[in-house]
């Protein structure tokens, strides 16, 4: 199996790899553009990227192609349509590098309340301002609403209660039971939070329905004087809106995301909120700990395994939760070959397509069990076509019932 890795990887992980029978090409300096060059002239089954964008003309390289890795928790940069019109797989690694975002996370929110860069800055200057960084308002006490309370989010509020915050959370599909058993209480609203809270820590994924979540009406909700931290992606929160709300509401922000971000590890930046006084920036590097690095890696090369042996891919982001399928067929037959092929040919010829199967064989092998998901229910002549094979020992229909 090929495995082509188009972005800095571990050794130990590459050698992992190799272990498994894998034929493994490192590129870490290809870029964006050149990656579907490279695709075409290494012909991977695998592709496996940290940060690197991934489009359809990258996924339509090679027909080889059957798997993407995304050494990470986000796959925004990955086009999942494609890959899922191409069949191919997408997978990441969830939750790998969630405690490293949420040190990162606290780090700013310290820094935004004791205003730290600042006060590195001075000294630096020879400047002692004593007076001045003498008005930080503390964090004990204070509450902190979190916004997205996936994995992140719940690393985030462990510290929080640490630092004896009050923590709040909303979540597009959170409830009060989660909360509850997290130890903290749960806002309906995702407005609601920002009136109740004095740090909004933002940690949702980038996609449809969280684009622009972070929008003029949350901001002017928020509280005069609050800190604002964003480690997300720069997708989910309306820039121009939220450099109004600094200004008019005194914010202090760590962002760690912006719009405009060169590509690569380095180039030219500018961007309007990365050189506002009041914004503590970082290089979108809240995943970048050599911890994260090993754990997402370190999860990547069980992905690729799985692959190599024929299960399960882990952390798929683009198998169907649910097909259209109208009905199951079980069939109950011995382990011979042809047997299945005759299933098919029957259900193909009968213009039903097969939605999703799974055949599991019994112990010792000599029988098996297929149910195959249908479009729609076949007829009791097809039944009966399938029926004639000797080596079907027997059959049922089951209706789907859509909820």
Not at 146 to 162: K, L, P, T
Not at 241 to 264: M, T, Y
Request: charged share 20%.
């Amino acid at each position: 199996m090929k495995v082509l890795i188009a972005d800095r990887f571990e050794n130990f992980a590459v050698e992992a790899l190799k272990a498994l029978g894998c034929d493994v090409d490192v590129r870490p300096d290809v870029t964006a553009d050149e990656l579907p060059a490279a695709i075409e002239s290494t012909r991977p089954n695998v592709l496996i990227v940290r940060s690197k964008r991934v489009n359809a003309k990258a996924l339509n390289a090679t027909d080889r192609l059957a798997l993407v890795v995304r050494a990470g928790s986000g796959t925004d940069a990955i086009d999942i349509a494609e890959a899922s019109r191409r069949g191919i797989f997408v997978a990441s690694t969830p939750g790998r590098n969630a405690t490293a975002v949420a040190e990162l996370v606290w780090g700013l929110i310290v820094a935004c309340d004791r205003r730290i860069p600042d006060q590195v800055n001075d000294l630096r200057a020879g400047r002692w301002n004593r007076t001045e960084y003498a008005k930080s308002q503390g964090l004990f006490g204070k509450t902190l609403g979190i916004v997205g309370f996936g994995r992140v989010g719940r690393e985030v509020a462990a510290r929080g209660r640490a630092f004896g915050m009050r923590v709040v959370a909303w979540s597009p599909s959170l409830t009060e039971a989660e909360c509850d058993a997290a130890g903290v209480d749960y806002v309906a609203n995702i407005t609601n939070l920002a009136r109740l809270s004095d740090v909004v820590s933002v940690s949702v994924a980038a996609n449809s329905a969280t684009d622009g979540i972070i929008g003029e009406k949350f901001l002017s909700a928020m509280r005069q004087h609050a800190i604002f931290i964003n480690t997300s992606r720069d997708t989910v929160v309306d820039e121009k809106a939220l450099a109004k709300a600094i200004d008019e509401k005194n914010l202090r922000c760590g962002l760690d995301v912006f719009a405009g971000e060169p590509s690569g590890g380095s180039g030219d930046f500018r961007n309007p909120l990365a050189q506002h006084p009041s914004v503590y920036g970082t290089h979108h590097v809240g995943a970048q700990t050599e911890q994260a690095i090993r754990a997402c890696a370190t999860e990547a090369v069980r992905i690729v395994q799985a692959l190599v042996e024929g299960t399960t891919i882990p952390n798929c982001v683009n198998r169907a939760a649910a097909t259209p399928a109208t009905a199951i067929l079980t069939v109950r037959h011995l382990n011979r070959p042809g047997v299945l092929a005759h299933v098919f040919y029957t259900l193909g010829q009968a213009q039903i397509n097969v939605e999703e199967m799974e055949n599991v064989i019994y112990e010792g092998g000599e029988a098996g069990c297929a149910k195959v998901h249908l479009s729609r229910m076949p007829s009791e002549e097809h039944i009966l076509t399938i029926r004639k094979n000797p080596n079907v020992l027997g059959t049922a229909l089951t209706l789907i019932r859509k909820p």
